[in-house]
């Protein structure tokens, strides 16, 4: 079952090469497989690449999405990577 969550990306940066690997690195902790979707596209929540190529803006919103066992969980830690 899908777990979706649409966050905002704090800070006027975005998900650059720092946050996008906090971003991954906590993913990868998780079994589910993870989405983000941006106005740009979606990518694999577990690939730094991917989520770099989104050129993810800060002030802007995006989707989070997981599948699997832990994907609550997982939403809710992303959610945190990407609001705090």
Do not use: Y
């Amino acid at each position: 079952m899908w777990v979706v969550r649409v966050v905002s990306v704090r800070g006027s940066h975005g998900l650059h090469a720092r946050p996008a690997t906090v971003f991954a690195k906590t993913a990868k902790k998780f079994g589910c497989r993870v989405t983000v979707v941006s106005d740009n596209g979606s990518a694999d929540g577990k690939s730094i690449v991917e989520i770099m190529m989104l050129g993810i803006a800060g002030m802007s919103t995006v989707t989070i999405a997981a599948d699997g066992d832990d994907a609550e969980q997982a939403v809710a830690a992303l959610a945190t990577v990407v609001e705090g």
